[in-house]
């Protein structure tokens, strides 16, 4: 249920509800306990992951996440 998973992922299940309604967006570390929870195979769980680490041009790859970059909109067929 969505109850459960939310507890899961340490999260209420209000604000899981608002992300799967688009309403809020997902942070790495958030997407990082769904993809663990949720049980995705590995090719699959990959390429969620890799929606956030995206770097613009000419960006490090140590560069840390910082204020709205660390969070991007994922639908919910992403995750299902």
Known sequence: SLRAFARD???SPAALCEILKGKRKVSAKLAA???VHAGLEPN???KILRL???QPEGESQSKKFRGAED???VSVDQFM
Do not use: C, G, P, R
């Open 44 to 46: 699959e769980a990959k």
């Open 52 to 54: 956030f680490n995206k």
């Open 71 to 73: 969070y991007v909109e």
């Open 9 to 11: 992922i340490d999260m």
């Open 33 to 35: 306990k769904v993809v």
